[in-house]
């Protein structure tokens, strides 16, 4: 694993924390996992041996309801992990993970931890970093559910995709529209109408390719929504 | 403050898990904050000095969208803490408090640390424990806003604060029903008529008391609801 750190994955904002003694400590120690799409990787209630990191393809987190339901908490793609903390503490995940396209995860053992000096030290401080970067990210999906339409939602998503600049944009959805539709707490009929009423916005969705005519023009419009 | 930890502050789970040196010098250090309803405590975007956990009454904390709108993204009662992982690691905090009854707050500076032995190895530990259960909240928050109606939400609250224990069960909402409704992601017009709807599974509400007369039942009609 250690000419790993060659490539994009020492880029990855939990690993760059580290020192490069801790890093490549722990990397030398790590399993990568390639999963084909629809696999589960690990299951809510199980214990999180390792913290898990999308180094390719996307995977969501979800639960599964005492009814029944499934509820799709979160999307990650590349670079992005999870289990930090119940892998640091000894604890249980608290989600359930499945690939949603074809993807690569890199698992890494906090406990079977190294000898190098600061390494528990600087493992609990990328943990906690890491830990509150969920938070906000999920502080800001409660306040979207709370007090925005699901078409403002679809908004959000879309001009997170298209990277936010000004002038023409187009780009493929990373998964499929009934995830993306969990994603975003609607049911996908919903969705559908979602993307319906931002055509006269200048969103237009065929497939999977999403053209924003203008996002300046798709922002103001999300401004002047109500609340719902 | 050492002679506090003769009550009910000792019990609060994030520190109990401090070993009593670096407890009683954390306490020692400590301000007590009395607020009246209405009060704001901190600011989201502030620079967060202090853990802060709530000792008397109740706090909600909330943001405020771009659009205006403010979204109450949880309420905290006695022994809740929050700003836990930004005033270990000097970040800012992601929300706004406000006390929504009269209220008590402890703040504990953690970045003025005491000498104490092993001091910064325990706060880490007890923050990323409290981080946990944060996470934990808000992931089974997520959930519900997903999956779940706003009759559901409202059923599953009411079941908490009854303590779940069957036979009648009467008690006092904790705070006021416009803070309620915005907890649970709703209007007020809407939990009003969730109140109505939970009327047929034997919940009575008048005022701020709220009767339960048999939580089995309520739970069997919670489990039978189907996805919004």
Redesign the interface.
Known sequence: MAKVCADSICKIELLRALSPEVRDCLLSRARTRDVKRGETLSWQGDRAETLKIVTRGWVKLF?V???G?????NTLGHGQSFDE??A??G?ES??SAEAITDATVLMLNLSDICSCTNA??EL??A???A??I???S??N???G????TATQRLGEFLLQQSGEHDGLRSFVLPFGKVVLA?ML?MKPESLSRAFSRLKDVGVCSAGGRVEINDPATLRDW??Q???R
Do not use: C, D, F, Y
């Open positions: 639960r309801s005492e009814e339901h499934e509820a799709v908490v903390v119940p640091l503490l604890g608290a989600v528990r030290a609990s401080q943990v906690l970093s830990a509150q969920h938070m906000n999920m502080t999906q409660i306040e559910l709370k007090i925005k969990g707490g999300m401004l929504q109500s609340i």
